[in-house]
C-alpha cells in the first residue's frame, strides 16, 4: 500500500466518523422532539383512548326457579348461582336460592318497582342492566320460568339493546306445576288442548273461547266473578268443574273446588285469599284420585324441631318430604369441656395403648375426638389394635367416615342399655387389658358406665363435649308453644326435652310429641307429656318416619269417620293426658 493510499484510507476513515456522529447526534435530536412532542400530544391522545376504554359488560344469566317449591330449582340453575358475582332476587321468597351461591354474592333486591306491570317490568330491566355494568356475572332470578307469563323476556330485550350478552336458564311454569301439585292433569285422553289465558291488567274478550277444553287462569282472583260470568256467556256450562290453588308446590297450598258457579262462593266460605291458579274444566275431576302432595301425613304440619342449628338439617329435610312445614328452635348448644385436660389425657392413653375399648354414643363425641386427634397431628392409625363401639348408626357413619368399621352395634335397642346388653364381660385370659375409653356429653346417664363395670370394666368415663341450653326463643315462638299453634314437637334427646320446658314451657296438649327413644320418651313423661310417636330406631329419619306414619293413621280414621281432615293445631282437647 503507497503512502498516498494509506493518507486516503486515513481520510475516508475519518469522514465516515463524522458522518456516524452527525448522524447520531441528528437521531437524539429527532428523538428529542419525539420526546417533546410525546409530552404534549401523545398524553392528549391517550386520554382519549383511556376516556374511551370502559369496564367491560358483564353478563347476565335468567334463571326461571320454579312456582314456589325451592327443590324445583334445575341443576342448571343451581350451577349458574354458584359461580354468580351478583344476583338479582324479587323478595325473600328468593332468598332459599342464595343458598347455592359462594359466599361475598352481590345480593340486588329487586323488589322495589311499583306501579303498573309495565313500569315494574321498565324498573327491573334498569336494574339488571345497572348491574351487568358493574359485575361480570350476573345472575337474575325470576319465579317460574324467564319466558313464560314472566318479565324475563322484556329484561332480556333491555340487555340486548345495552349490548349486554345474556343466557336463559328454563324454570318450571307455574301453569303446569300448580295444577300438578293440586293432583289435576291438564290433558288426558279426550282432553288434549289447553289454553292459558294471564288476566293481569288485560281486557281480554273471552267470548273466543271453546267451552270443550281446558283453560288455566292466571291473575284472575280479582276478577273471578266477572271471569266466571264471561266464561258462562261464552257458552261454558255453568256446572263446569273449577279447583283454585293458592301457594302452589309450597307446604302452604291450598285447594278448593268447586264449579264456575259456586266457585266464588266456595272460595269466600272457605276463607281462601291470594293470587290462585284457576283450572276450568273435567280434569278437575280427577283431584280426588290423583291428589298427591295435599294428602301428605304431615302436610301444612307446623312442626317445632328443637335441635342445635348444625344438627336439624337432616331432619327437616325428612319432615319437608311428608309435607310438614318445620320450623327449627335452637334449645342447646355443643361446646368444648370446661377441663380440657381430661381429653387430652385419655387421648394421649390412647395412643400408648391404654384401652381395649372405645365406646362412642353420639355423633358429637365422634367429632370431639376427632377434632382432638386434628389437634394433635392423628389419623385413624392411632385406633390400631383397639376395639370400638358404636349406639346408632349415625354413630357408625361418623365413625365411617374415618375410614374404621365399629366392632360392636347394639342388635336391639339402640341406646347405652342396648350396648350393654351385647357387650361382652371382661375375661383376663382374652383381654390384656381392661379399660374403655368413653368420651361423651357432661350430662350423658350412668347407664353405659354402671353396665360396664358390672361385667368387670373400668372405665374412663371423659366428658368430650358440654351441652348448655340456648337463649330462650322469641316471644311469638313462646307463645305458639304454648297455645297449641304449633301441631307437633320432635324431641331428639332427653335434654332437648328438659331444655325446651326449661327456656318455652310446656307444648300445648293438643300438640304431637314424638321422640327419638326410650329415654327420650321416659323424660317426656317425666314432665307429662304423652307421647304419640317413637322411632323404631334412634336415627332423626326414623323419627319423622314414625311421626309420618302416626299422622297418616290420624288422617286415615278422620277420612273413614266422615270428618274433615284438620291439623292437630286445628282441634283442641281439654288437656293433654299423662302417660
Known amino acids: 500500500m503507497t503512502p498516498a493510499q494509506g493518507t486516503s484510507t486515513t481520510a475516508h476513515k475519518k469522514a465516515q466518523s463524522t458522518a456516524h456522529r452527525t448522524s447520531r447526534k441528528t437521531t437524539r435530536a429527532k428523538a428529542d422532539v419525539s420526546a417533546k412532542t410525546a409530552a404534549t400530544a401523545v398524553p392528549q391522545k391517550a386520554a382519549t383512548s383511556t376516556a374511551k376504554q370502559t369496564k367491560p359488560l358483564g353478563h347476565v344469566t335468567f334463571v326461571g326457579v320454579g312456582p314456589g317449591d325451592p327443590a324445583l330449582l334445575t341443576l342448571a340453575g343451581r350451577d349458574v348461582l354458584a359461580n354468580a358475582d351478583a344476583v338479582v332476587v324479587e323478595g325473600p321468597e328468593h332468598d332459599a336460592f342464595l343458598t347455592y351461591c359462594r359466599p361475598g354474592v352481590e345480593v340486588v333486591d329487586g323488589s322495589g318497582a311499583e306501579g303498573s306491570r309495565a313500569l315494574r317490568v321498565a324498573a327491573r330491566a334498569r336494574?339488571?342492566?345497572?348491574?351487568?355494568?358493574?359485575?361480570?356475572?350476573?345472575?337474575?332470578?325470576?319465579?317460574?320460568?324467564?319466558?313464560?307469563?314472566?318479565?324475563?323476556?322484556?329484561?332480556?330485550?333491555?340487555?340486548?339493546?345495552?349490548?349486554?350478552?345474556?343466557?336463559?336458564?328454563?324454570?318450571?311454569?307455574?301453569?303446569?306445576?300448580?295444577?300438578?301439585?293440586?293432583?289435576?292433569?291438564?290433558?288426558?285422553?279426550?282432553?288434549?288442548?289447553?289454553?292459558?289465558?294471564?288476566?293481569?291488567?288485560?281486557?281480554?274478550?273471552?267470548?273466543?273461547?271453546?267451552?270443550?277444553?281446558?283453560?288455566?287462569?292466571?291473575?284472575?282472583?280479582?276478577?273471578?266473578?266477572?271471569?266466571?260470568?264471561?266464561?258462562?256467556?261464552?257458552?261454558?256450562?255453568?256446572?263446569?268443574?273449577?279447583?283454585?290453588?293458592v301457594c302452589g308446590t309450597t307446604t302452604s297450598q291450598t285447594s278448593v273446588v268447586g264449579t264456575l258457579e259456586t266457585i266464588v262462593t266456595d272460595l269466600r266460605a272457605a276463607k281462601v285469599t291470594g293470587e290462585a291458579v284457576i283450572v276450568v274444566g273435567s280434569v278437575v275431576e280427577q283431584r280426588e284420585a290423583l291428589s298427591w302432595f295435599e294428602t301428605k301425613p304431615l302436610f301444612g304440619w307446623r312442626i317445632l324441631v328443637p335441635r342445635t342449628k348444625d344438627q336439624a338439617g337432616p331432619l327437616m329435610d325428612r319432615l319437608r318430604r311428608y309435607g310438614a312445614m318445620p320450623e327449627e328452635v335452637p334449645t342447646i348448644s355443643v361446646e368444648p369441656p370446661r377441663n380440657p385436660q381430661q381429653m387430652d389425657k385419655a387421648i394421649r392413653g390412647l395412643v400408648e395403648g391404654r384401652y381395649e375399648w372405645v365406646a362412642f354414643t353420639s355423633v358429637n363425641a365422634v367429632k370431639a375426638v376427632r377434632e382432638k386427634f386434628d389437634e394433635y397431628g392423628l389419623d385413624a392409625r392411632a385406633f390400631s389394635g383397639l376395639k370400638i363401639a358404636a349406639v346408632g348408626d349415625k354413630t357408625a357413619e361418623a365413625i365411617g367416615a374415618w375410614g374404621i368399621r365399629p366392632d360392636l352395634v347394639p342388635s336391639g335397642e339402640q341406646s347405652a342399655a342396648g350396648l350393654v346388653e351385647d357387650w361382652p364381660p371382661f375375661d383376663e385370659v382374652l383381654d390384656p387389658i381392661n379399660r374403655v375409653f368413653l368420651p361423651r356429653a357432661d350430662i350423658a346417664t350412668e347407664t353405659l358406665v354402671a353396665g360396664l363395670t358390672d361385667l368387670g370394666w373400668e372405665v374412663d368415663d371423659v366428658t368430650a363435649y358440654r351441652t348448655v341450653r340456648a337463649a330462650p326463643p322469641p316471644a311469638p315462638t313462646r307463645e305458639a308453644i304454648k297455645s297449641g299453634k304449633f301441631d307437633a314437637v320432635v324431641f331428639t334427646s332427653s335434654s332437648t326435652v328438659r331444655n325446651l320446658v326449661g327456656i318455652a314451657g310446656k307444648p300445648h296438649a293438643s300438640t304431637v310429641i314424638g321422640v327419638i327413644g326410650p329415654a327420650t320418651l321416659k323424660t317426656a313423661e317425666e314432665h307429662g307429656l304423652r307421647v304419640d310417636a317413637m322411632a323404631e330406631t334412634p336415627s332423626v329419619e326414623e323419627l319423622a318416619d314414625a311421626l309420618a306414619r302416626f299422622g297418616a293413621d290420624r288422617r286415615d280414621t278422620m277420612v273413614e269417620a266422615g270428618e274433615p281432615v284438620t291439623r292437630p293445631s286445628e282441634r283442641r282437647s281439654g288437656s293433654r293426658r299423662k302417660s
Request: proline share 5%; aromatic share 4%; charged share 20%.
Open 127 to 245: 336494574l339488571v342492566v345497572k348491574t351487568a355494568k358493574s359485575a361480570a356475572n350476573v345472575v337474575r332470578l325470576l319465579t317460574g320460568d324467564p319466558f313464560t307469563f314472566s318479565s324475563g323476556a322484556e329484561e332480556a330485550a333491555a340487555c340486548k339493546k345495552a349490548g349486554i350478552g345474556f343466557n336463559v336458564v328454563p324454570g318450571v311454569s307455574e301453569v303446569s306445576a300448580v295444577p300438578t301439585y293440586a293432583g289435576i292433569p291438564l290433558t288426558m285422553k279426550g282432553d288434549r288442548e289447553v289454553t292459558v289465558v294471564d288476566l293481569a291488567e288485560n281486557k281480554l274478550d273471552l267470548t273466543r273461547l271453546q267451552p270443550k277444553q281446558t283453560l288455566v287462569l292466571l291473575n284472575a282472583s280479582e276478577v273471578l266473578k266477572e271471569t266466571v260470568g264471561s266464561l258462562i256467556e261464552a257458552g261454558f256450562d255453568a256446572s263446569t268443574p273449577v279447583a283454585a290453588t
